[in-house]
């Protein structure tokens, strides 16, 4: 089927010049069947391990996880029939894995079960998806709304603020017995105005400005908005105490300055204001300087005798899986207790499907970042290139931090795992970077030339 | 701008294996320690997540387990707790394990290897084994006889079969039911201050952890090493004995609650319980002799396990001559367990070879298939073989015409040694009664059964009226009845 697939699709675009990249559509197509006969596979897996049964929702799982992506997938098909075939497979097996774990923990907390929503935030990504791929024909529109975006990140930033604060940080909404978080929706914006404005002034931003000890420095002039709307944004962060996101932004931020202009000024300067920020973050915040000190010393807690604080459980939840994991629905991971479905969801599937799985699982995202990269390459205009490049390294520094942070390499810091976290505003802004991705590597291809291989 | 998007993605390989190399180090290099860290909950769930193997009594398990549904799922049930508490012990979620439980727990829990039908395999698929049984010797009528018998009153009971050492009876009052200590939370930690905290002392194991002067039941040794060291040659010759008997460097007169012991023989001696005459026999054997026999019964070692660990007998070796007179008849810093005075009878009823007690017969999987078995034990030669014979004629007499008649059982030979003995500063401490003995049915070839009993008396009115006749021999001949009927 994928053969006669991918024969028709060629066939039908017989006059096509010869340099013309295969589209791959069928390759696709198989991949996704793949990763939903994965997913509901975990999710039998699930079922059989804590109640020897085949859960009753598994057929209505599955074929509702594969409706959406055969959605999805029609969809590219028809709009963006050169995009990466292998982008919107991971973005269905990642969700439909994250959809498997929350599943297994609403399990052991009868109390709250957050797997209904989160399939309901899914739809509503796909549909997102779906949409974004539909209307918008060419990237390179975005362009336009440089500045509309940005406005609209800055509101959405700003939103939370008139909110009440959820567990010590202010970055929730909550509408109708929905809680959104507007950040997540505001790294889309950011990525696209940063994108537009560094494409436009890129040439101001190399080489213009003076020299120090042979590290080039832009000119006030070009460098003045960039740095205003940046230290804007993390003043709001720092505010709503959402350091994950702070960091996201600013790491974005110093990416796509860097790729930009080529100038390792930038990093120096980026590292400087991040020292700065993070020790001055680190002495007015007890809330940050606690976290620091969890991450030095995860098992202080249990020396006072207080028990295992949530980093040392999630260790123990790592530890516990070893090589090869207890297998899904084996482990004891809700001992991590709070956010054990957010910003612990890895811990579960460190547990339960061990290193192995666990290294599977980032090399998704690594696949994932890298199809960006590629894309980027692969386009020669700058918006393009930029926007891929942001897009991908917003996944990539999101994963860093949170998995970072869970396994205890780096402080902890509040964050989404892309698509495996339980959390609605999450999930549809990455079905948005997919979608997006999706749009730049179809044009990436489509305007393939044969130099580059994208 | 290619090279500066190349050097980006390099950038966010090395994140990636960043991130790998971290993995690798929490969940292979450092899973071990946080494994073992005892705030990570999983080992404890892990053990009480499937029902702990049993201890059997006679084929019947007298314990099991109870599904609580809590995180900790599973808590120990014990089906007549009181009357097995010295031999299964607890086991407390909250506590910890004792007795059995802890000494078994490896093959209870199920985490001995040796239960795995494929051990690599199973430590590959981390499958859990099922808990293991523990099968006991211990003989379930005589242990009511003896708990039975004890009733109310604070004592132990000690019953051994002599040809293996295999552990019949161990019985111990006050006892508590260790169901009590099963779970955790609050209930189980009043229960646990409750138990400690009552003078009565109920979770005391006093056939096994407790020592006790012997008094005159340690005459049997004194005798035993007499006979071997060859000051005694006939047991009926006078023995050249005093009434009193100064002890040595001393003008301290000790003398006898009974008539007739001035040269008395060993066995009128014996039968009367005279202490003149074994001080002065101990006097006579010297320190060494004494202690040579006290080690060979099993005093003074350490590491004798049954197969958790038993307090240790004492036979004090550092001694002048007239506390070598107080200690061979049983008083001075002469302390003795009740499974001790057990073994020593036991001894002399099995031709003065000693078995070393045991109380786990076999182990097993949870299907039933033998993982261990007891097999033969050590042996030791505790007395010449004619001095055994010699011992077993005397305390035969003891019950037959001497101060354990209460002993004696028809249609059986029984052999025994009363004693009582007095403790305290100026012995103003409540007496113990003690009484040892064997029995042997008349159609069989050998004795079936040693006994050692000793029973506190709490009221001081009952001073003077308590003696190992009188209180302790009933209890040991409804033992020995027990098991010669089964």
Request: with cysteine; glycine share 10%.
């Amino acid at each position: 089927m994928t053969k006669a697939g991918t024969g028709t699709t060629v066939a039908a675009d017989a006059p096509a010049p010869a340099l013309r990249i295969p589209r791959r559509r069928g390759i696709e197509l198989a991949l996704i069947v793949l990763a939903v006969l994965l997913s509901v596979y975990g999710y039998c897996a699930v079922g059989l391990a804590r109640h020897d049964a085949v859960p009753p929702g598994a057929m209505g799982y599955g074929a509702g996880l594969g409706v959406l992506a055969l959605l999805a997938h029609l969809t590219v098909r028809l709009r963006a029939p050169y995009a990466d075939p292998l982008l919107l497979p991971i973005g269905v097996l990642l969700n439909g894995l994250g959809l498997v774990l929350i599943y297994r923990l609403d399990l052991q907390t009868p109390g709250d079960r957050a797997a209904p929503a989160q399939l309901v935030w899914s739809t509503l990504g796909v549909a997102l998806f779906i949409v974004v791929v539909a209307a918008l024909r060419d990237h390179r529109v975005l362009q336009r709304y440089a500045y509309v975006c940005v406005a609209a990140a800055l509101v959405l930033l700003t939103l939370p603020i008139l909110f009440p604060a959820v567990n010590g940080a202010r970055i929730w909404i909550r509408i109708a017995g929905f809680s959104i978080q507007p950040g997540e929706f505001a790294k889309v914006l950011l990525a696209v105005f940063f994108a537009a404005y560094l494409a436009a002034n890129r040439s101001a931003l190399a080489y213009a400005g003076r020299c120090i000890w042979r590290l080039q420095f832009p000119t006030g002039r070009v460098l003045g908005p960039v740095v205003a709307i940046w230290l804007l944004s993390v003043c709001v962060l720092i505010l709503e105490r959402d350091l994950g996101t702070s960091l996201l932004f600013f790491g974005l931020f110093v990416v796509m300055l860097y790729v930009a202009t080529g100038r390792t000024g930038w990093i120096a300067v980026g590292l400087l204001l991040a020292t700065l920020g993070a020790v001055a973050v680190g002495r007015m915040e007890p809330h940050v300087a606690a976290r620091i000190h969890d991450w030095l010393h995860p098992f202080a807690s249990i020396d006072a005798g207080q028990g295992p604080g949530q980093l040392a459980q999630s260790l123990f939840a790592f530890a516990a899986g070893g090589m090869l994991g207890t297998g899904l629905g084996l482990g004891h991971s809700p001992l991590i207790g709070f956010a054990v479905k957010s910003d612990f969801i890895l811990a579960t599937a460190g547990e339960e499907l061990g290193l192995l799985g666990l290294t599977a699982i980032f090399l998704l995202y690594a696949l994932l970042v890298e199809r960006g990269y590629r894309a980027g390459l692969a386009l020669r205009d700058p918006f393009g290139r930029l926007l891929a490049v942001g897009l991908a390294s917003i996944v990539a520094l999101q994963v860093f931090v949170i998995a970072g942070g869970v396994t205890g390499l780096i402080p902890l810091t509040g964050m989404a795992m892309p698509f495996l976290a339980q959390g609605g505003s999450s999930v549809v802004t990455n079905w948005a970077i997919v979608a997006l991705l999706i749009r730049v590597s179809d044009s990436a291809r489509r305007q393939y030339d044969g130099r580059v291989a994208p | 701008m290619t090279r500066h998007i190349r050097n980006a993605a390099a950038f966010c390989a090395l994140l990636l294996v960043a991130l790998l190399l971290n993995a690798s180090r929490i969940q292979v290099v450092q899973a071990p320690a946080y494994d073992d860290n005892p705030a990570n909950r999983r080992q404890s769930i892990a053990r009480y997540g499937q029902p702990r193997g049993d201890i059997l009594v006679g084929g019947r398990p007298v314990t099991g387990s109870e599904d609580t549904g809590e995180q900790l799922r599973y808590e120990r049930t014990y089906a007549n707790g009181p009357l097995y508490a010295p031999v299964t012990g607890f086991a407390s979620q909250e506590y910890g394990t004792s007795f059995l439980e802890h000494a078994e727990d490896g093959t209870l829990s199920g985490t001995d290897p040796m239960l795995s039908p494929f051990p690599l395999w199973s430590d590959l698929t981390r499958a859990q084994n099922p808990g293991g049984d523990v099968v006991t010797t211990l003989d379930a009528a005589a242990q009511q006889a003896a708990y039975k018998g004890l009733g109310a009153r604070t004592g132990a009971v000690a019953a051994l079969e002599p040809a293996t050492g295999r552990i019949l009876a161990l019985v111990s009052t006050p006892s508590y039911d260790p169901e009590s200590l099963s779970g955790n939370g609050p209930s189980v930690t009043r229960s646990w201050l409750g138990l400690n905290e009552d003078p009565a002392r109920p979770m005391l194991n006093r056939a096994a952890r407790q020592t006790y002067p012997p008094g005159s039941t340690f005459k049997v040794v004194t005798a035993a090493a007499a006979l071997d060291a060859g000051v005694i040659r006939h047991v009926d010759r006078p023995t050249r004995s005093p009434d009193p008997y100064v002890l040595p460097g001393t003008t301290t007169p000790l003398r006898n609650a009974a008539e007739g012991c001035r040269n008395a023989s060993l066995r009128v001696a014996f039968e009367r319980s005279c202490n003149t005459v074994f001080a002065k026999l101990g006097v006579d054997v010297g320190v060494t002799g004494m202690a040579a026999t006290a080690q060979a019964f099993g005093f003074n070692d350490p590491g004798l396990r049954i197969p958790y660990p038993v307090s240790p007998s004492s036979f004090d070796t550092r001694v002048d001559r007239a506390q070598l007179a107080l200690s061979s008849i049983g008083q001075y810093n002469t302390r003795a367990t009740p499974l001790q005075m057990a073994m020593v009878s036991a001894a002399v009823a099995n031709r003065g070879q000693l078995r070393e007690p045991y109380l786990v017969e076999r182990t097993t999987t949870n299907r039933g298939a033998t993982v261990f078995t007891a097999g033969a034990r050590p042996v030791r030669q505790a007395m010449l073989p004619s001095t055994a014979a010699r011992l077993r004629e005397l305390m035969r007499g003891v019950v037959e015409d001497g101060t354990g008649t209460n002993a004696a059982i028809p249609g059986a030979t029984v052999g025994g040694k009363t004693g009582t003995a007095q403790h305290g500063i100026g012995n103003t401490g409540v007496p113990y009664a003690w009484f040892v003995s064997w029995a042997q049915a008349e159609d069989e070839l050998e004795p079936r059964v040693a006994v050692a009993v000793v029973v506190e008396e709490d009221a001081a009115a009952h001073r003077g009226h308590i003696s190992g006749a009188g209180v302790a021999a009933p209890i040991a001949r409804a033992v020995m009845a027990a098991v010669l009927r089964s």
